[in-house]
Nanobody, 122 residues
Framework: QLQASGGGLVQAGGSLRLSCAAS????????MGWFRQAPGKEREFVSG????????RTSDSVKGRFTISRDNAKNTVYLQMNSLKAEDTAVYYC?????????????????WGQGTQVTVSS
């Protein structure tokens, strides 16, 4: 299971760090991704990271502002979000896939966290 946390209300320009803690063997050899979904919009890929942490992928909309990382010893993946904008407001989900490395398609992910709300006020 995946448990996402760290969301909240922040002013534009501020920062938040999301965490995704895994129980069991969910993170073992898994490619991890962060997705987000704003009201009335489809779920979109934000960032992903390989098992070793050596390969990451980030959407153009957040590149240069968001950084993904992982600590396998703690079974946790992080998303550091800086210079937040109002358009970053969404529910953020972490997800894991053991098959589709570097995928940006939510259908390729097998395990999902419950989501954490991020609200950026302008």
């Amino acid at each position: 299971q995946l448990q996402a946390s760290g969301g909240g209300l922040v002013q534009a320009g501020g920062s938040l760090r999301l965490s995704c803690a895994a129980s069991g063997r969910t993170l073992s050899s898994s490619y991890m991704g962060w997705f987000r979904q704003a009201p009335g919009k489809e779920r979109e890929f934000v960032s992903g990271i390989s098992w070793s942490g050596g390969s990451t992928r980030t959407s153009d909309s957040v590149k240069g502002r968001f950084t993904i990382s992982r600590d396998n010893a703690k079974n946790t993946v992080y998303l550091q979000m800086n210079s937040l904008k109002a358009e970053d407001t969404a529910v953020y989900y972490c997800a894991a896939t053991r098959v589709y490395s570097r995928s940006i398609d939510s259908r390729d992910y097998d395990y999902w966290g419950q989501g954490t709300q991020v609200t950026v006020s302008s």
